[in-house]
Nanobody
């Protein structure tokens, strides 16, 4: 069973920084996209940031200029540097991997991490 391992969430004051990380197992290869979604209480899930294998990135408008996504293809890891955090950033953050080679063939459907809580106090 494929498991994405997340770490790096936590509690921080407004204006602070956090850097969640996510590692996918080495059994996945040629991963197309890695990134982060979040779900805040009472809100729909939204894409926060994504990173393609070829280096393209995409960000939610609400985090542009504050968050930065990075990826290590050799290690199957993706990080999300979150600066100037705001209370509105409070959510559970979920790592995902989409479009990956596996031992039994290509899988387009995403794998998901277990979620890491990010809480920003005012």
């Amino acid at each position: 069973q494929v498991q994405l391992v997340e770490s790096g969430g936590g509690l921080v004051q407004a204006g602070g920084s956090l850097r969640p990380s996510c590692a996918a197992p080495a059994s996945l290869f040629s991963i197309n996209a890695m990134g982060w979604y979040r779900r805040a209480p009472g809100k729909q899930r939204e894409l926060v940031a994504a990173h393609t294998r070829t280096g393209g990135t995409d960000y939610a408008d609400s985090v542009k200029g504050r968050f930065s996504i990075s990826r290590d293809n050799a290690k199957n890891t993706v990080n999300l540097q979150m600066n100037s955090l705001e209370p509105a950033d409070t959510a559970v953050y979920y790592c995902y991997v989409a479009g990956a080679g596996t031992a039994v063939g290509f899988r387009a459907e995403p794998y998901w991490g277990q979620g890491t809580q990010v809480t920003v106090s005012s």
